[in-house]
T-cell receptor, first 114, second 115 residues
Framework: NAGVTQTPKFRVLKTGQSMTLLCAQD?????MYWYRQDPGMGLRLIHY???????AKGEVPDGYNVSRLKKQNFLLGLESAAPSQTSVYFC?????????????FGDGTRLSIL | AQKITQTQPGMFVQEKEAVTLDCTYD???????LFWYKQPSSGEMIFLIY??????QNATEGRYSLNFQKARKSANLVISASQLGDSAMYFC????????????FGTGTRLTIIP
C-alpha cells in the first residue's frame, strides 16, 4: 500500500521554466491538498480539491495551477518558475467528513529555482 | 481566519525527561480539530495525536498526550520519557469542521534530545 506518492522527489529548475508535480494516492480519499514548506513559516496551503474535477485556491495560490482530472491524482503546475518558488512541496489527502482523521502526507518534493 | 502560534522555535531536552511543546490557537469556529505532526530530518510528516474541540478528555497516544485547555485556546503536546528518536520538528495544526478540512499550521518547534 503506497499511500500518497509524490514525483519527482527533487528537481532543479531555471527561472522561467515550467514543470508539473504529481501526487498520486491509493487511499480513495476525496480531498487532496498541495502545501509548501518554507523555513520558519510552517506549511502553507497552495491549492486543494474536494473531489474529481474540482479545485480551489488556498492561502498562497499565485504562480501555481492545479488539476484533478482523476480522483487519485492531483497535479501542481508552475508555468514560469521564479526563485521565490524554491521550497519543499507536500501533497496531502483526507476524507471529506471524518474530521478526526488526520491528513496523510506524501514524502515531499524539494524544488530549487535558480 | 484561523491562526496557530508556536512560540518555541527550538528546545533542548535531556533524554528520558518529559517535554512540553506549546501551541495556542485562534478561531471563531464553534467546532474544530487540533493535530500534532512530527517531521524528522528525513522530511516526512508523521501524524502524532488529535484533539477535537468537543472532546471531554485530553487525547493520549502512547508517550504522547495533549494538554487541551479550551478556555485558554491552548493545545500543548507532552512527550513523556523522551528518546533520542524524538529529535525532530513538531507542528501544531488546526482544522475547522466547516473549512473543507484544510489544515492551518504553526511555524513549528525544533526539539533536540540530548543524550
Amino acid at each position: 500500500n503506497a499511500g500518497v506518492t509524490q514525483t519527482p522527489k527533487f528537481r532543479v529548475l531555471k527561472t522561467g521554466q515550467s514543470m508539473t508535480l504529481l501526487c498520486a494516492q491509493d487511499m480513495n480519499h476525496e480531498y487532496m491538498y498541495w502545501y509548501r514548506q518554507d523555513p520558519g513559516m510552517g506549511l502553507r496551503l497552495i491549492h486543494y480539491s474536494v473531489g474529481e474535477g474540482t479545485t480551489a485556491k488556498g492561502e498562497v495560490p499565485d504562480g501555481y495551477n492545479v488539476s484533478r482530472l482523476k480522483k487519485q491524482n492531483f497535479l501542481l503546475g508552475l508555468e514560469s518558475a521564479a526563485p521565490s518558488q524554491t521550497s519543499v512541496y507536500f501533497c496531502a489527502t483526507g476524507w471529506a467528513s471524518d474530521s478526526n482523521q488526520p491528513q496523510h502526507f506524501g514524502d515531499g518534493t524539494r524544488l530549487s529555482i535558480l | 481566519a484561523q491562526k496557530i502560534t508556536q512560540t518555541q522555535p527550538g528546545m533542548f531536552v535531556q533524554e528520558k525527561e518529559a517535554v512540553t511543546l506549546d501551541c495556542t490557537y485562534d478561531t471563531s469556529d464553534p467546532s474544530y480539530g487540533l493535530f500534532w505532526y512530527k517531521q524528522p530530518s528525513s522530511g516526512e510528516m508523521i501524524f502524532l495525536i488529535y484533539q477535537g474541540s468537543y472532546d471531554q478528555q485530553n487525547a493520549t497516544e502512547g508517550r504522547y498526550s495533549l494538554n487541551f485547555q479550551k478556555a485558554r485556546k491552548s493545545a500543548n503536546l507532552v512527550i513523556s520519557a523522551s528518546q533520542l528518536g524524538d529529535s525532530a520538528m513538531y507542528f501544531c495544526a488546526m482544522r475547522s469542521i466547516f473549512g473543507n478540512e484544510k489544515l492551518t499550521f504553526g511555524t513549528g518547534t525544533r526539539l533536540t534530545i540530548i543524550p
